[in-house]
């Protein structure tokens, strides 16, 4: 069996980092297909930041956010609640095995998930298996190998050498974004619309919040474990890590950037 591990795991600095998520930051390629009354799954919705956001701008249609984490599900459920949404809700489930008939959804969407899986190609399927005959399915992933960064700095070179083994080591493709047009060819899409957008965090506050956050992922989430467990990384070299993830935040004239891939696909 192919091994499958969620690179990232979910320590409090890396749900922090996920909660900034939106429709418009983080899936705005997506925004026309969220029409009032629309229908839509959205696939390893993790804390559901993005989610709820869809279901604010569907409403009334449904909208069901679905990841393989309990506490998760239960933390996006509770940001529903603190929302007023009762247009949505968040189940525990399998992106190989949707719980739901064929031709359910009007979107399927799936925001950094086919980077984390073994097979994104099945995953793919079931997502296009859920999709009404006239509905999209929607996916965006980074591409780590080009991230980039200003001023040079060796510790997030390290950063990047040792998240990529790890990604990698996990079963995961920690590119996938440049992937995702050729996957769904394969998984039988026959119209298949592919761009890409990037993340940019110059300014000082968000050099803080993204900097600060992996200052400590790269000691306390999973990420971490998995590097010194596989043998990719000391706990020393991982200190370093993060010392330069504060150093990148305290420059004025610190810049990084992370390219994604998205597609749209029908057909």
Same mark, same amino acid.
């Given at each position: 069996?192919?091994?499958?591990?969620? *690179?990232?795991?979910?320590?409090?600095?890396?749900?922090?980092?996920?909660s900034?998520?939106?429709?418009? !930051?983080?899936?705005?390629?997506?925004?026309?297909?969220?029409?009032?009354?629309?229908?839509?799954? $959205? #696939?390893?919705?993790?804390?559901?930041t993005?989610?709820?956001?869809?279901?604010?701008?569907?409403?009334p249609?449904?909208? %069901?956010?679905?990841d393989?984490?309990?506490?998760?599900?239960?933390?996006?459920?509770?940001? /529903?609640k603190?929302?007023?949404?009762?247009?949505?809700?968040?189940?525990?489930?399998?992106?190989? @095995?949707?719980?739901?008939?064929?031709?359910?959804?009007? #979107?399927?969407?799936?925001?950094?998930?086919?980077?984390? #899986?073994?097979?994104?190609?099945?995953?793919?399927?079931?997502?296009?298996?859920?999709?009404?005959?006239?509905?999209? %399915?929607?996916?965006?992933?980074? #591409?780590?190998?080009? *991230?980039?960064?200003?001023?040079? !700095?060796?510790?997030?070179?390290? +950063?990047?050498?040792?998240?990529?083994?790890?990604?990698?080591?996990?079963?995961?493709?920690?590119?996938?974004?440049?992937?995702?047009?050729?996957?769904?060819?394969?998984?039988?899409? *026959?119209?298949? /619309?592919?761009? @890409?957008?990037?993340?940019?965090?110059?300014?000082?506050? $968000?050099?803080?919040?993204?900097?600060? !956050?992996?200052?400590?992922?790269?000691?306390?989430?999973?990420? @971490?474990? $998995?590097?010194?467990?596989?043998?990719?990384?000391?706990?020393?070299?991982?200190?370093?890590?993060?010392? @330069? +993830?504060?150093?990148?935040?305290?420059?004025?004239?610190?810049?990084?950037?992370?390219?994604?891939?998205?597609?749209?696909?029908?057909?």
């Open positions: 069996m192919t091994r499958e591990s969620y *690179t990232h795991g979910h320590h409090p600095s890396v749900v922090r980092s996920h900034w998520r939106t429709v418009e !930051n983080s899936a705005s390629y997506l925004a026309d297909a969220l029409v009032p009354g629309a229908s839509v799954l $959205d #696939v390893g919705c993790g804390p559901g993005i989610t709820v956001d869809i279901a604010e701008r569907v409403a249609g449904r909208v %069901v956010g679905m393989s984490s309990i506490e998760i599900v239960e933390q996006a459920a509770g940001l /529903a603190e929302r007023g949404l009762t247009n949505v809700e968040f189940l525990v489930g399998n992106a190989y @095995a949707l719980d739901f008939p064929n031709e359910t959804f009007d #979107v399927v969407h799936a925001h950094q998930v086919l980077q984390h #899986v073994a097979r994104p190609v099945d995953v793919l399927r079931e997502m296009r298996r859920v999709r009404t005959a006239g509905g999209v %399915v929607g996916a965006r992933d980074v #591409v780590y190998g080009g *991230t980039i960064w200003y001023p040079e !700095n060796r510790g997030l070179d390290d +950063w990047l050498r040792i998240l990529l083994q790890v990604h990698y080591g996990n079963g995961g493709d920690p590119n996938a974004g440049r992937s995702l047009k050729a996957w769904a060819l394969e998984a039988g899409y *026959t119209d298949v /619309a592919a761009d @890409a957008s990037i993340w940019c965090f110059a300014s000082d506050e $968000d050099r803080e919040w993204w900097g600060g !956050n992996w200052s400590q992922r790269a000691l306390y989430s999973q990420f @971490a474990k $998995d590097a010194v467990a596989g043998g990719f990384a000391t706990a020393r070299e991982l200190q370093h890590i993060s010392e @330069a +993830w504060l150093e990148y935040v305290t420059q004025p004239n610190a810049w990084y950037a992370m390219p994604h891939g998205e597609i749209l696909a029908r057909g």
